[in-house]
């Protein structure tokens, strides 16, 4: 069946929404944030939270983790610089899996006209080297840069719920089963409305309906104006250099976002670790450079160091470049 990618990509994003709204009325991530927080200093907690959120920003968790993070930086001294380490950290974790993030499940969709065709291992493979690479790199940057000033203590005491958590394990097993091309557990999107719509009216109820950010299907609306813009052009028949290709994505999200780029540039036809790397390179490009940074600095309380973003964007761009032209 011929879905058109914009249609795969609202639904597949309206689950992945429900699931991270029923984390983040879990607070688990809040537990363990505040586990990290307790009896230690900001440049040892901030390395311990650049960890944890890298490592949970795969699972489509960016915007419960920066809403975490702007509670937890009203503790620390140096609240820019800090914000600023975990939002990237937020964003290139988020890079590894096919459903981590908006730009990587447009991608995925849209490589195979409406259906994913890059299979699960194959997608972690191409990323794999470029995620180790950033967290080893935030991690170092964070041992330099940040200082061993004492964070702030609070009394309160968070608690976590099992079920809420047990309910976002099993949504998220419905969209792996979307992405899992070519194995025995797999799901087309019909399977997936079904059973994700099912299971969200029958065990969760309407309740996670309020912690839902519908913030999320701004890109979304873009992604149907812009699809359905140059659906009738014939970009596959443009034939333009690789490297002007990652140009684009990269340098070129600075000022129209990554986010925006990962709607054209699959319908060019292009090498995949090329498209990917290049928007995940870019989309910490400035403020404009992921919808992640367009969120914090438009409702953030705290608003990110550009001046670090931009270091950091360099060196992940180099970095990117290099695993690209060592695998060529």
């Excluded at 104006?225 to 690789?242: A, D, E, H, N, T």
């Excluded at 986010?259 to 498209?275: A, G, M, R």
Aim: glycine letters at 6%.
């Amino acid at each position: 069946m011929n879905i058109h990618p914009p249609i795969a990509y609202l639904f597949v994003t309206l689950i992945l929404a429900f699931m991270a709204a029923s984390i983040k009325r879990s607070k688990i991530i809040d537990f363990i944030g505040e586990k990290i927080l307790k009896g230690t200093n900001e440049k040892t907690a901030t390395m311990k939270l650049v960890a944890l959120s890298h490592i949970l920003a795969p699972f489509f968790l960016s915007f419960v983790l920066i809403s975490c993070f702007e509670n937890w930086i009203l503790r620390f001294k140096e609240k820019e610089k800090t914000l600023t380490l975990l939002v990237a950290s937020a964003v290139m974790g988020s890079i590894i899996t096919p459903f981590g993030n908006l730009r990587n499940i447009f991608i995925s969709i849209a490589l195979g006209k409406g259906t994913p065709t890059i299979s699960f291992p194959a997608f972690i493979s191409i990323m794999l080297p470029l995620w180790i690479a950033s967290l080893f790199t935030l991690l170092a940057v964070t041992y330099f840069i940040c200082e061993e000033n004492v964070i702030k203590e609070t009394n309160s005491t968070l608690e976590w719920k099992k079920t809420e958590l047990a309910f976002s394990i099993i949504l998220l097993f419905f969209v792996f089963g979307y992405f899992n091309v070519g194995k025995h557990y797999n799901l087309n999107l019909i399977g997936l409305i079904i059973l994700g719509g099912v299971f969200c009216i029958t065990f969760m109820g309407t309740e996670p309906l309020k912690a839902v950010n519908w913030w999320l299907f701004i890109p979304v609306g873009v992604c149907f104006v812009v699809f359905y813009i140059l659906y009738f052009l014939p970009l596959p028949g443009i034939k333009l250099s690789p490297w002007i290709i990652y140009s684009a994505g990269s340098i070129g999200s600075a000022g129209f976002s990554s986010n925006l780029l990962s709607f054209i540039l699959p319908l060019l036809n292009y090498d995949k670790s090329i498209i990917l790397y290049s928007v995940a390179a870019g989309s910490l490009a400035g403020i404009l450079g992921s919808y992640e940074t367009i969120w914090i600095w438009a409702r953030g309380r705290t608003k990110i160091k550009l001046s670090l973003m931009f270091k950091l964007f360099l060196i992940f761009l180099s970095i990117s470049l290099i695993i690209l032209f060592l695998r060529r």
